[in-house]
């Protein structure tokens, strides 16, 4: 597959990592250049760089991240030609599948081969893909793809319409994957590519409920058993850092104080008044009779004065507590993390089931299966305990008359 | 694109584990109940499964994984699988069923005496049925349930259970999902690929969630590639997950294992003298007692100067001690563009982890994730999710190694004036260090909203583009 040596050589596809949401595949072609918003790249000056380098730009502005492809990296960074499979549901359908070094697998459709690269991947070369495409274009595109990415001896890519024409080889791989329409029409197909001397593990990948019903019936009838059903998501989660959360004393405190002031105001204002109100009747009585009468008023306004004077030292005394409380709450702050607003909500439904060896299978035709004891082989692998049973027993009836037969 | 290329191709690269059943594996049997039990073959043995009766080992010898049985005479037999039934819709309601009615004849004495006469449990069933006074007015679905439920209580049957790593993974989830750390089979699987584990690589894992982390790695590497592992204790780590695995000994000899004094740069290890303190050996049990020593420890050393050389391809970490300090520690000995993943049952070790490395320059893009797994009964006429679920499969961290280059800035620079020192209070310094390109879309330390949205549609990959 992709290079596994330190060094970047030419020839190498390299991501190129700008950013979160901009990572791009870069064949690395001494002569080329890389021209973007975040800086001026040579192609040449990037062989022999170890992978995993921060590069600066050559005119000092800007910089990128050269990373050895990964699967993963592959499934950011591809052109899509059609909808791709996504980290939770690839991993999660290799492990049900238990691909591992060496497995023989089938996928149909090929798409934009996110999900191929990921097998091919973890099959290593002593395993094989046999992967179909029914569009032609796609299926060049990939084919090219694959071929640049040196999956040559690991993964063989047919255009075929697999519902109409099934697979290319019988009896001889481990594990199916479908990620077709109408995944039901490709289950016999399926059941003839899968080797019969062991147990064998079948996937189909569809976004509507009424296709999973669909395959389910087919899967039953075709002898898989085990037929069970997921729905995988990742939840990305956001990470801040912030100060620490206000304690409501706080802000208790806060309101407090603003009503002290609040309070210190009115008197203030009252004072003034009444001090406004004396020395207007003052002068009024002053220029009535010019005595010595107007001693009274004056009291009262220095009596105001000092009031306004003693709150307003409490005040300043408060306000730097404040300060160096907010100060300290930024020097330690916190680490809160939620889910992003906006996640993806359903991809698709996992269906899977088992293909049990050819020897234990060819009992099932010699017996009438109606009469036969219930055994733990059962489409339900982990019974739900008495109490939800009997609670499940009227949930039923919503899901009941829809579409099973249809 | 040829038909048919690539078929001669079948491989005959030798599994993980041997295709059937053999003497010395650890087998997982599910009974009737639902339970597992979890029997190591030992040859001239008689496995009991209590009421469900007991079978001599051999009858299990050579047969494949994955099969259902019925104990007839302490003999096993193969029992077919049995393909889902349709039922039939009918206009039966629990209109006229009530709680607490009398409705069964048959004691629980008869019932013993049925079983012991040995009657075929299919035919005890029948008998109740036969009995019950308002059977006949349950729904299909309800007699369905019924009859399931007597068969879980009595056949005599058993299920080889394939031990994929999936399977075991959830065995072991099921069963006590804390020696797992909360690693569920969803949450295994992303760690593999997260960590691009590939046959031929060379990984480093810190496993403290009872060797799942270890065995799955194992699995996939298939015998090629190599595994350090580091952990808490003087002698070899018990990684009990890896009992049922039963891999063959080629897939298990590419694991070594130090301890975090051991894989101490900074550190001699005190190693006994190999040589005999007379100089001449005394006897022949001295001698081989100390050439045993000499191995032992010439083979730590070396797995020592192994870890120091560095350029491994990726590490996993399922620990509970402080990551931080794990990344710290084996952070030098990553190659460029190693994956780095922490799993963690608790979002603020991750949370926290993260907050930390986003400082530091060399960890690029740490996105945290938390699986979400749901499954469904899949019954004709029956489909719905099932009622009980795991809550969680704990959280992931994942980020990427890179040689940082301290000369490059921004492009975005004049907008963010640098701060020089780390650990300033201004926010936009401390994203300075990793700075950049990254800073000016998705990375700055700070909260503003701008720099969360553009988070948002990024991280883990997860750009919406199926909405259909």
Known sequence: ?406 | MDVGEGSSQSNHALSNREETIQLGHTVLLKIPSGDIRTVKLEGNATIYLGKFGSFPTSELVGQPFGLTYEIVDKKLKVLPPRPMQEVEDTEATNELIHDGQFVQPLTLEEIETLKKSGLHASEIIKKQIEQHANYSLKTEYSKEKYKKRKEMKYSKSFSVIEPTMFNVCEYWFDKDQNRLRDIRPDALAQILNLANVRPGGRYLAVDDASGVVVSAVLDRLGGQGRLLTICDVDSPPAYPVMTQMNFRKEVTSIMSSLNWATADEDYTPILASTEPPSGKFKSDGQRTRLNKRKVASDLLMQTREELFAGEFDGLIVATEYDPYSILEKLFPYLGGSASIVVHSPYVQVVTNLQNQLRDIPGYLGPAVTEGFLRKYQVLPGRTHPMMNASGSGGFILHVIKIYDDESAVSVMQHRHRKKAKLGSEDVSARATPTGGAKEEEAQSAGASSATLTSIVDTDAGEVDKRTS
Not at chain 1, 17 to 36: A, F, Y
Not at chain 1, 116 to 132: C, E, Q
Not at chain 1, 140 to 156: I, L, P, Q, W, Y
Not at chain 1, 279 to 285: G, N, Y
Request: charged share 25%; proline share 6%; aromatic share 6%.
């Open chain 1, 1 to 406: 597959m992709w290079s596994t040596a330190r060094e970047i050589a030419a020839g190498d596809v390299v991501i190129a990592w700008m950013t979160r949401d901009i990572v791009q595949p870069l064949v690395v072609t001494p002569g080329k250049e890389l021209n973007s918003k975040y800086g001026y790249y040579r192609h040449s000056e990037l062989v022999g760089v170890p992978y995993g380098s921060k590069i600066r730009s050559r005119n000092g502005k800007g910089f990128i991240h050269l990373l050895r492809p990964t699967p993963e990296l592959w499934t950011l960074a591809l052109p899509h030609r059609t909808q791709i499979l996504y980290l939770a549901d690839i991993a999660f359908v290799v492990s049900w599948l238990d691909l591992k070094p060496g497995s023989n697998v089938i996928e149909a459709g090929t798409g934009s081969g996110s999900f191929s690269h990921s097998v091919a991947r973890t099959i290593g070369p002593a395993g094989h893909l046999w992967s179909f495409e029914f569009h032609e274009t796609r299926a060049n595109k990939a084919k090219e793809e694959f071929s640049r990415h040196g999956m040559d001896g690991v993964v063989t890519l047919t255009h075929r319409n697999v519902c109409k024409d099934g697979f290319t080889v019988v009896d001889t791989v481990d594990a199916v994957f479908l990620d077709l329409p109408a995944p039901w029409d490709a289950v016999e197909h399926a059941k003839q590519a899968l080797r019969k001397d062991r147990t064998t593990r079948i996937c189909c990948f569809s976004p509507c409920m009424e296709q999973v019903l669909r395959t389910v019936s087919a899967l039953n009838e075709a002898g898989f058993t085990e037929i069970t059903m997921y729905e995988t998501l990742l939840r990305p989660h956001q990470v801040d850092a912030a100060p620490p959360l206000t304690p409501v004393s706080v802000v208790g405190e806060k309101l407090k104080q603003s009503e002290a002031r609040r309070e210190e105001k009115r008197l203030r204002q009252i004072a003034n008044a009444r001090a406004g109100a004396e020395r207007r009747a003052a002068k009024r009585k002053a220029e009535d009779d010019d005595t010595l009468e107007g001693t009274e008023g004056k009291r009262a306004k220095t009596a105001g004065q000092s009031a306004a004077a003693g709150t307003s030292v409490a005040d300043a005394a408060s306000a730097p507590v404040r300060e160096v409380a907010q100060e300290a709450a930024g020097a330690t702050k916190i680490c809160l993390s939620k889910t992003f607003p906006e996640v993806r909500g359903h991809t698709s439904y996992l269906t899977f089931a088992v293909l049990l060896p050819a020897t234990v299978m060819s009992t099932v035709l010699a017996v009438s299966t109606s009469e036969q004891p219930s055994t733990a082989v059962s489409a339900e692998p982990t019974p739900p305990p008495p109490s939800a049973v009997e609670v499940s027993d009227c949930d039923c009836c919503i899901f009941r008359g829809e579409g099973w037969r249809s």
